[in-house]
């Protein structure tokens, strides 16, 4: 029988028309490569960037450990300057530390606030943070120190 070619084939005897496929496949290997990197610098820069409120602690022979809900108000050494004061991380004036007290001692069920106080601040201005939490309804006021160290 002879070889009969189809309209529109190409010169080729014996193939018909060839498909092409093109590769619908994404290469994740370098994108695993990139957020591994992405990973390791996030992982080592991390702890970098997170940093509490430098507080030197006044130190006192006799202390107790603290349980239960912990609500800690933190005065630091720039009070003087800003009237700040921290409200567990958050930064508040001492004009709306009342409010703020206020809202979280209706969600918690012991009305216990501790009070950390830089060494260096003066004893009336721990007086009127004290009268401000007082005014907002926290029924104890507990002073926060640190143990001497052991030699």
């Known amino acids: 029988m002879p070889n009969v070619q189809a309209a529109g084939a190409t010169g080729r005897p014996g193939r018909g028309r060839r498909l092409s496929t093109s590769l619908a496949d994404i290469n994740v290997v370098p994108l695993i490569d990139v957020m591994l990197v992405l990973l390791i610098i996030f992982m080592i ?29 933190t005065i630091p050494i720039t009070y003087r300057q800003n009237r700040t004061v921290y409200l567990g991380d958050e930064a508040i004036r001492l004009d709306i530390l009342q409010e703020r007290v206020r809202q979280k001692m209706e969600q918690a069920t012991e009305k216990k606030v501790y009070l ?31 143990l001497p160290e052991q030699r």
Request: no cysteine.
């Open 45 to 73: 820069t991390a702890p970098m960037i997170q940093r509490g409120v430098d507080v030197r602690l006044p130190v006192a022979a006799r202390t107790n450990q603290i349980s239960g809900e912990r609500i800690f108000i």
């Open 116 to 146: 950390r106080g830089d060494g260096g601040v003066q004893y009336q201005e721990l007086m009127d943070v004290f009268d401000r939490l007082k005014a907002a309804g926290v029924a104890d006021v507990g002073l926060v120190a640190k």
